[in-house]
């Protein structure tokens, strides 16, 4: 029989295909540095400057100071190996610029196609935060605000572009926030906006746009440049917008949730399951596209002008949508055969107040995650809709409004319970999340339960259950929240951790649980009176659950990692440990006696400077109790003056985890022609012959845990992990 370690040696390195280079910038940095993280640039400019296809760039946390704008990046990733731009691990980069108002003072300018932009904080630019021109881009998880004009814009960059084949395409902006953006004029600056010049194929998804002086969305097009393509709206939230988070509001600005066109051209744009309130004017208008834009399952409610403003001659089609709360009547043109809920129009329903778990909003950034425009059990809107393209429900039949009620994938009620437990220096989250799919988690935190104001201070992984605040000063009182998909917030938690200031040891070989080395952990801390601090982490069960540390040795080398626990016969044998994001070792843990902690080691290759290390559960169940990690004596040393990089395939998987389906991106260069998928005691679950450069396959089948992929041809073979939600 096969040893299993073995067996994974042989699939995790059996082909090294291809290089990919991380890049650091900090606050601190240089640019004559190496851009390595322990010698990171200064500036973002130097980073793209030698960036490639694959590559990654990781802005540390703190403000950058913009010295000039805009930054125009015209790069090119490719669709199996998109250029990133992401905050590293859970910290927080601010991109600021100067705050002085020109129309060619713009902050990004990403002209380039197949980026990937995530976590990233964009403000004070003198027009546009950024201004989305090329194809095929991801921003997700970024906040612009406080810019001069629209936060983030969807438009040509060069005027020689005249079509709208060469106008921004098939570009997705995924749990954005935008807010506080402002123009002197009143008249420009929205949250988002996709107007004048725009290609197909774009979506907005889980975004908020409040509190900006001109429109939360912008699809307005003229008519000397053309019509725009369709633009889907999905999932988003306009709130308070003609008016900023400080009181001041404008003059002439247009104030509406969504602007969705204008009378130069008929555009069929798609707005599902999107929610406008209060914002200065209108909810929702066509603003004379008298196009058929799809209205499906949309909720408007007290906004100052119309809930709906729609204009004569026009043919759009209504689904499933609620109005409530306006003196005015809504004005509607086209198909409202469906079922829906309108002022003046209810079609056989009432709203009022009882049909809501609550009229009172949440915080500016998630709004409903109170319950705010949840439906009550009860209501008659619950399954009271029709079957739509796109809608998924709970029920017999769709729900009336944007927010689905019930407990499916589908939709239902949103819900994230948090609470906080102090310990010595640091404070220890944990979280339930109900009625979600989650795609993407933050941890915040205040000295006060106001939530505006209040910090991101990690991003953490949608699976992620628990998080440890090791920047905790000893008696001062912290509030937290969790942040899920850019719009849904849980309750505010509150702890006081206990102790000496600090967060623990910064420095020694070992790294104990209230080390401020120990970054994160998904799961709690355990009590033993045996353990070297009196606590263990105990991990979630479930495989993909990590522990990660921070470790900065004095030289490069390699190190002995010996590891202390705990574990019973019932609990996984083995986990994986990880060095700086590279390929994943096994590391067998030995059965213990009753609650006794056992010693095991193994080699690791460390640079100099901040190492990151890895503990991630390899299967569903229990896994052993962590007392603490140590770095022993080097005994061998690198070439400093050699560059080391790690080899990363070029083969693209996602989404990892997934829970139903598993998409394979081959580049065209790789001549493979079977893959498979293996479990974690070697057994072939799944094969399949004759694949392609893009291949979608449906593992609802498999169990949860961790599997590997096998990609092979006649000459050779590669290998990937994911993880089964």
Same mark, same amino acid.
């Given at each position: ?243 900023? $988070?400080? %009181?001041? *509001?404008?003059?002439?600005? +247009? ?5 969705? /066109? =204008?009378? &130069? !051209? ?79 129009? $209810?079609? %056989?329903? *009432?709203?009022?107040?009882? +049909? ?5 909003? /949440? =915080?500016? &950034? !998630? ?79 205040? $000295? ?278």
């Amino acid at each position: 029989m096969k040893n299993i370690f073995s067996f994974m040696l042989v699939f995790l390195f059996s082909s090294i295909t291809a290089f990919a280079t991380d890049y650091y910038v900090a606050p601190n940095g240089n640019d004559s540095n190496s851009g390595t993280i322990s010698s990171p640039f200064a500036t973002l400019n130097q980073a793209l400057s030698v960036v490639s296809p694959g590559d990654y760039i990781y802005l540390r946390g703190g403000i950058y100071t913009m010295a000039s704008s805009p930054i125009v990046i015209t790069t090119n990733g490719t669709s199996s190996a998109n250029i990133h731009v992401y905050a590293y691990g859970s910290e927080i980069p601010v991109l600021s610029f100067n705050d002085t108002e020109s129309s060619s003072n713009r902050g990004i300018v990403l002209d380039g196609n197949y980026w990937h932009w995530k976590g990233i904080t964009i403000e004070k630019a003198g027009d546009n935060g950024m201004l989305l021109s090329g194809n095929n881009n991801t921003i997700e998880n970024c906040i612009f605000r406080k810019n001069h004009d629209t936060g983030l814009q969807l438009s040509r960059y060069s005027s020689s572009a005249t079509t709208i084949s060469q106008w921004p395409s098939n570009n997705l902006v995924l749990g954005c926030e935008s807010y506080d953006n402002k123009d002197s004029t009143n008249e420009n600056a929205d949250g988002f906006a996709a107007k004048l010049t725009v290609g197909t194929g774009n979506i907005f998804r889980n975004c908020v746009s409040h509190h900006n002086i001109d429109d939360g969305w912008d699809l307005y097009s003229k008519t000397d440049t053309g019509a725009i393509g369709v633009v889907t709206i999905e999932n988003c939230i306009a709130h308070h917008n003609g008016s900023l $988070t400080d %009181g001041v *509001t404008s003059g002439g600005g +247009d104030k509406n949730g969504y602007k969705l /066109g =204008s009378s &130069a !051209h008929q555009v069929n744009h798609i707005v599902r399951r999107c929610i406008a309130f209060q914002n200065g004017k209108h909810g929702f208008t066509d603003n004379g596209n008298i196009g058929s834009i799809e209205f499906t399952n949309n909720t408007s409610y007290n906004n100052d002008g119309y809930n709906w403003h729609t204009r004569d001659g026009a043919t759009h089609i209504f689904k499933n949508n609620v109005s409530f709360e306006n003196s005015t009547n809504d004005r509607l043109r086209g198909d409202t055969s469906a079922p829906n809920s309108f002022v003046g129009a $209810t079609g %056989g329903f *009432t709203v009022n107040s009882s +049909d809501f778990v609550t009229l009172s909003m /949440g =915080s500016n &950034a !998630h709004p409903t995650s109170n319950g705010f425009l949840n439906l009550q059990s009860g209501s008659d809107l619950i399954d009271a809709g029709v079957t739509s393209s796109g809608i998924t429900y709970n029920g017999s039949s769709p729900d009336l409004g944007a927010i689905e009620s019930g407990a499916s994938s589908g939709g239902g009620t949103a819900e994230i319970i948090l609470t906080a437990s102090a310990g010595n220096s640091l404070v220890n989250l944990n979280w339930t999340i109900n009625n979600l799919t989650v795609t993407g988690l933050e941890v915040y935190r205040d $000295t006060d339960s106001d939530p505006s104001g209040r910090t991101r201070i990690a991003q953490v992984s949608t699976s992620t259950r628990s998080y440890t605040d090791n920047s905790a000063t000893a008696g001062t009182t912290y509030y937290y929240w969790i942040k899920a998909n850019a719009s849904i917030n849980s309750n505010a938690a509150s702890a006081t951790p206990s102790g000496s200031s600090g967060g623990g040891t910064t420095s020694g070989n070992r790294i104990e649980d209230n080390d401020s080395r120990t970054i994160s952990y998904d799961g709690s801390l355990k009590a033993y009176s045996n353990a070297d601090n009196g606590n263990a982490i105990n991990l979630a069960n479930s495989a993909g659950k990590q522990i990660v540390w921070n470790y900065a040795p004095a030289s490069s080398g390699t190190y002995q990692l010996t590891l202390r626990y705990t574990r019973k016969s019932t609990m996984n044998s083995s986990v994986f440990i990880a060095v700086n994001n590279g390929s994943n070792q096994t590391l067998t843990l030995p059965e213990t006696s009753s609650s006794a902690f056992a010693t095991v080691s193994m080699s690791v290759t460390l640079n100099s400077g901040t190492n990151v290390i890895q503990l991630t559960t390899n299967s569903d169940g229990e896994s052993a109790d962590i007392d603490w990690i140590e770095f022993g004596s080097s005994t061998s040393k690198f070439d400093d003056t050699k560059t080391v990089k790690e080899s990363v395939s070029l083969v693209s998987l996602y989404p990892n985890p997934s829970q139903s389906v598993l998409n394979i991106e081959i580049p065209e260069t790789k001549n493979y022609n079977s893959l498979s998928i293996v479990n974690m005691s070697g057994v072939e679950v799944l094969k399949r012959n004759n694949i392609t450069t893009h291949n979608t396959i449906n593992i609802d089948s498999l169990a949860k845990g961790t599997y590997i992929l096998k990609l092979a041809s006649e000459s050779t073979s590669e290998t990937k992990i994911f993880i089964k939600e």
